[in-house]
């Protein structure tokens, strides 16, 4: 009877051991299970960022790269015109010039020149006095002139259109 009793002993210690190895095996793997999961998500989140943003980097660099430098071309002489009748100025003496990225848009304003000047001489001196002494009445002369360029550039088939339009001087007398 002893022996048996010894018997229910190891029968009942190995089934509260299976039980708890049971338990062990089932924390463990919610432990690893956990871990996985937190990996993951660290992964996509720190890891997903920074492939958006080398990705972002290389199309950035690919538009650095394909952008050419400014250039600066003056259109020379500076523009004299009489203004109309009427306001205290009489005269405005503007320079212009043009903005563009592109060595083949400048050859093609070079060398349509008087045609951009006939046309700006026009705009010039179609202004009043009045509009054109506060800076909002510039900046609007100077989108006018931006548009009037690409217009012509336009019409002429030019190899595209500039940036910017600068006034490097401006008097009215």
């Given at each position: 009877?002893?022996?048996?009793?010894?018997?229910?002993?190891?029968?009942?210690?190995?089934?509260n051991?299976?039980?708890?190895?049971?338990k062990?095996?089932?924390?463990?793997?919610?432990?690893?299970?956990l871990?996985?999961?937190?990996?993951?998500?660290?992964?996509?989140?720190?890891?997903?960022?920074?492939?958006?943003?080398?990705g972002?980097?290389v199309e950035?660099?690919?538009?650095?790269?394909?952008?050419?430098?400014?250039i600066?071309?003056?259109?020379?002489?500076?523009?004299?015109?009489?203004?109309?009748?009427g306001?205290?100025?009489?005269m405005?003496?503007?320079?212009?010039q043009?903005?563009?990225r592109?060595?083949?848009l400048?050859?093609?304003v070079k060398?349509?020149?008087p045609?951009?000047?006939?046309n700006?001489?026009?705009?010039?001196?179609?202004?009043?006095?009045?509009?054109l002494r506060?800076r909002?009445?510039k900046?609007?002369l100077?989108?006018?002139?931006?548009?009037t360029i690409?217009q012509?550039?336009?019409?002429?088939?030019?190899?595209?259109?500039?940036?910017?339009?600068?006034?490097?001087?401006?008097?009215?007398?």
């Amino acid at each position: 009877m002893a022996k048996e009793k010894e018997d229910e002993d190891l029968d009942l210690g190995a089934e509260n051991g299976g039980g708890s190895k049971k338990k062990l095996i089932i924390i463990i793997a919610g432990v690893i299970l956990l871990l996985v999961i937190g990996g993951g998500a660290a992964w996509f989140l720190l890891g997903g960022e920074d492939e958006s943003a080398e990705g972002e980097g290389v199309e950035s660099e690919e538009v650095v790269q394909e952008q050419l430098p400014a250039i600066y071309y003056p259109l020379n002489p500076v523009f004299v015109v009489n203004l109309p009748p009427g306001g205290k100025a009489r005269m405005l003496q503007i320079g212009v010039q043009v903005m563009a990225r592109d060595p083949d848009l400048i050859a093609f304003v070079k060398n349509n020149d008087p045609m951009l000047r006939h046309n700006l001489l026009s705009l010039f001196g179609n202004q009043k006095d009045s509009a054109l002494r506060d800076r909002k009445g510039k900046e609007k002369l100077q989108s006018e002139v931006f548009k009037t360029i690409n217009q012509i550039l336009k019409e002429q088939k030019g190899p595209g259109e500039i940036e910017a339009v600068f006034f490097t001087s401006f008097v009215m007398q």
